[in-house]
């Protein structure tokens, strides 16, 4: 029983004890490990403890500058606001100031105003005693006085404006003249068109003169029939290779020389072939005479002008007025009465227009007694023209009144058309002999040297020798020719003499 009390007993004493140990163990180890965590914690909380004054450090550090920042913005906006105080404080007192010259200013001015009253008081006094005085002198009424004095006055202004009057109509009608001048010129100048003189002739070449025969034919038939169908005497005689075509109409002289050239080179000539050969010419000249007219009208930028009228403007190319070509003419009136219209300020289309048909009088069908202006200016009634464009066809030549200020223009340009040196055969000749004559007149006048005729014939120039004329005899030398031109010669326009006197030292060093 011991024994077994012993066995059982003794174990669990060990057990016993041995759990004892442990648990003692057990309290010393973990006293060991509170005691390094309470380090630990300790070494932590003093981490922790700096991090946060390292941490407030730099938070205040930065706190510091951002108050210092503010200080130094708040610093220098006070200086800003003593700095205006002390401008406000000198305006104030500017202000001040001025306000105190304003008030001296016033009682100034008030002062001065009591004395202009007295003196105005014053002077009405004088007044009214002068007046009295004059109407016991004179006496006349106050009302009579100035009755007779506003007379005076308008017998002196109504002298006054007859002289400004008679004044400035002068200076309007020499500035007048000088523009309308000014205007020409400029419009002769910006208009160069080369001239051809059209004959009444033309010339068919041919390659040998067997040719001839075949164009006379048996006993003449062909030269006959050739000459009936296109209107246009054909001249054979002995010029080698060539056939004269004559004809005041350039349309059949054109038909003529286009039939011939296609007889010849197709080489058969007969009477049938040859009637039918002039009348295919005839239709291709009337297709180009049209199309010769639209293509002016296009060139010069007219529209809507009625188809007749077209063809009016293409069968110009075919006519001529004292060899000058219609057509070209008319082209170069009308560019001048485009420009004209426009140094004017009027209607440039309605001048061009009107330039273009001025002379559709001149190439009628069918013969007429009318003068070409008139019988133009029906045309273009016919036609739907406006009667501004009208009017300036018939009035270009004074058959009748003209009515609107394109008219004028188309007369002007007309004649600078026309009269230009080599414009037209019958005065060419006749302006060389005009020019020849100015030179002459001023080179038999005392002193003269050289003289020279420019502008057209429309200025003459003169040198003068200056040991033998001075200024003054130079201003009568010029008005002396200007007499004998005006009384001697007859010429288009006016002629203006410029006297030109020139004196020259010349040496030589040698």
């Known amino acids: 029983m011991e024994t077994v009390l012993i066995s059982v007993i003794g174990p669990v004493v060990g057990f016993v004890a041995a759990w004892a140990i442990f648990k003692s163990l057990e309290k010393r180890k973990a006293s060991g490990i509170i005691q390094e965590a309470e380090k630990e914690g300790e070494n932590i909380k003093k981490d922790k403890i700096i991090q946060a004054r390292e941490k407030f450090i730099e938070l205040k550090a930065e706190h510091e500058k951002v108050i210092?920042?503010?200080?130094?913005?708040?610093?220098?906006?006070?200086?800003?606001?003593?700095?205006?105080?002390?401008?406000?404080?000198?305006?104030?007192?500017?202000?001040?100031?001025?306000?105190?010259?304003?008030?001296?200013?016033?009682?100034?001015?008030?002062?001065?105003?009591?004395?202009?009253?007295?003196?105005?008081?014053?002077?009405?006094?004088?007044?009214?005693?002068?007046?009295?005085?004059?109407?016991?002198?004179?006496?006349?009424?106050?009302?009579?006085?100035?009755?007779?004095?506003?007379?005076?006055?308008k017998d002196e202004a109504k002298t006054d404006a007859a002289a400004y009057i008679q004044t400035t109509m002068e200076e309007a009608r020499l500035t007048?003249?000088?523009?309308?001048?000014?205007?020409?010129?400029?419009?002769?100048?910006?208009?160069?068109?080369?001239?051809?003189?059209?004959?009444?002739?033309?010339?068919?070449?041919?390659?040998?003169?067997?040719?001839?025969?075949?164009?006379?034919?048996?006993?003449?038939?062909?030269?006959?029939?050739?000459?009936?169908?296109?209107?246009?005497?054909?001249?054979?005689?002995?010029?080698?290779?060539?056939?004269?075509?004559?004809?005041?109409?350039?349309?059949?002289?054109?038909?003529?020389?286009?039939?011939?050239?296609?007889?010849?080179?197709?080489?058969?000539?007969?009477?049938?072939?040859?009637?039918?050969?002039?009348?295919?010419?005839?239709?291709?000249?009337?297709?180009?005479?049209?199309?010769?007219?639209?293509?002016?009208?296009?060139?010069?930028?007219?529209?809507?002008?009625?188809?007749?009228?077209?063809?009016?403007?293409?069968?110009?190319?075919?006519?001529?007025?004292?060899?000058?070509?219609?057509?070209?003419?008319?082209r170069e009136?009308?560019?001048?009465?485009?420009?004209?219209?426009?140094?004017?300020?009027?209607?440039?289309?309605?001048?061009?227009?009107?330039?273009?048909?001025?002379?559709?009088?001149?190439?009628p069908q069918e013969e007429s007694e009318l003068p070409h202006a008139i019988l133009g200016m029906k045309w273009a009634e016919k036609?739907?023209?406006?009667?501004?464009?009208?009017?300036?066809?018939?009035?270009?030549?004074?058959?009748?009144?003209?009515?609107?200020?394109?008219?004028?223009?188309?007369?002007?340009c007309d004649g600078i058309s026309g009269a230009r040196p080599g414009a037209r055969k019958q005065i060419a000749e006749s302006y060389i002999q005009r020019l020849r004559d100015l030179e002459d007149l001023a080179l038999n006048q005392k002193g003269v040297t050289k003289a020279y005729a420019v502008q057209a014939g429309r200025e003459l120039r003169v040198l003068v020798d200056c040991e033998k004329v001075n200024d003054a005899e130079a201003a009568k030398l010029s008005f002396d020719i200007s007499q004998k031109i005006q009384t001697e010669m007859t010429y288009p326009g006016q002629v203006r003499i410029t006297v030109i006197r020139e004196m020259r030292a010349v040496n030589v060093a040698k």
């Open 68 to 153: 210092h920042k503010k200080e130094s913005k708040l610093n220098e906006r006070f200086d800003r606001l003593k700095e205006r105080e002390s401008k406000n404080s000198k305006q104030y007192e500017e202000i001040k100031r001025g306000l105190k010259e304003i008030d001296k200013r016033e009682q100034d001015i008030n002062r001065l105003r009591d004395l202009n009253e007295r003196k105005s008081q014053e002077l009405d006094k004088l007044h009214r005693k002068q007046v009295e005085q004059l109407e016991v002198i004179s006496g006349l009424t106050p009302e009579e006085a100035k009755e007779q004095m506003l007379e005076a006055l």
């Open 176 to 330: 007048a003249n000088n523009e309308a001048r000014k205007i020409v010129v400029q419009t002769i100048q910006r208009v160069a068109t080369e001239q051809a003189i059209e004959n009444s002739v033309s010339v068919f070449n041919i390659e040998n003169d067997d040719v001839k025969g075949r164009i006379i034919g048996r006993e003449g038939r062909n030269i006959r029939a050739l000459e009936a169908a296109t209107g246009v005497e054909i001249i054979v005689d002995d010029t080698p290779e060539a056939i004269i075509l004559s004809c005041f109409d350039p349309v059949r002289r054109e038909v003529a020389r286009l039939s011939l050239h296609r007889l010849v080179s197709d080489g058969r000539i007969h009477p049938a072939r040859i009637e039918e050969v002039v009348n295919k010419t005839a239709k291709q000249i009337n297709d180009e005479i049209f199309e010769v007219g639209k293509r002016t009208t296009i060139d010069l930028g007219i529209h809507g002008l009625h188809p007749e009228l077209v063809k009016c403007v293409g069968r110009m190319r075919y006519r001529s007025s004292y060899g000058q070509n219609l057509l070209q003419h008319s």
């Open 333 to 363: 009136v009308a560019n001048l009465c485009g420009i004209m219209a426009a140094e004017l300020g009027l209607n440039v289309k309605i001048a061009k227009r009107a330039g273009l048909l001025h002379d559709i009088g001149k190439v």
């Open 383 to 412: 036609y739907g023209e406006k009667p501004d464009v009208c009017n300036a066809i018939g009035a270009h030549h004074d058959e009748i009144e003209m009515t609107n200020l394109i008219s004028p223009i188309v007369q002007v």
